[in-house]
Structure formats: structure tokens, C-alpha cells
């Protein structure tokens, strides 16, 4: 009976945590947050962000390329920035989501972009 319990668990999270911004494939939709898209013509969208505190920030990569989510700095209270060497892959179909402290926070991709230059973007905390 716990197996058959555990088997039921660990389908309902498969199930919750496969969903895409449409609500059916791998993705952000759900998760009740900001959706920050990368895609291959080297964006991402929108590319300036505002978000709540506590709000979650989700990012899904709709393309075929390997993207990164690349901070332009790093603040000590950023406990996403601090803990994950400055940089998250983005690969496609695998959602990164997070939370940030108040700030205003730019990234930007390594391979496609730089510090406000190529393919950038800023999430604001208020």
C-alpha cells in the first residue's frame, strides 16, 4: 500500500511540474509567476521584467538552442545569485524558477549576449 502510495506521489508531481506557459507540455505554466522566454532568435521576452516580492520567476526556453541565465552582478542578499555560481543553462523544455530579494536585476546570456548588449534583460523587484 505505501508503494502504491509513493507511485501516486511521485506521478502527481511528474504530472504538476510538466506543464508549459499553454498549460500542456514541459514549462512554466502553473506556477502562478512571472515566464521569462528565451528563443533562438536570441531574446528574451519581455525583456524587462517587474515582479512582487516572494513572486516567483520562471524561465523556459522555447528554442533549440542552449541559452544561460548569466547575472551581471552579484548581491549578497540574492540568495538564488549567491548560491548558483552566477549562472543557471537554460536548456530547452527544462524550466529554472526562482525567487529574488527587492532589487533590480540584469543577466544576460553567455553565448549570445553581454552586460545590456545582445541578448539581455532586467528583472525588477518591488
Known sequence: MRIASLVLVCGAVLIACSSNP????????GT???VITASDNHT??????????GQTICFQNLGTLLHTITPDSLLPV???WVHNPGEQALPPNLPV???LGTGDYYYHCRYHGGTETGMWGKISIR
Do not use: L, R
Not at 499553454?22 to 505554466?29: I, L, P, Q, R
Open 44 to 53: 528574451f521576452t519581455p525583456q524587462m521584467a517587474t515582479a512582487s516580492v
Open 22 to 29: 499553454s498549460g500542456n507540455g514541459n514549462g512554466c505554466g
Open 97 to 99: 524558477v526562482f525567487t
Open 78 to 80: 540574492d540568495s538564488f
Open 32 to 34: 502562478g509567476g512571472i
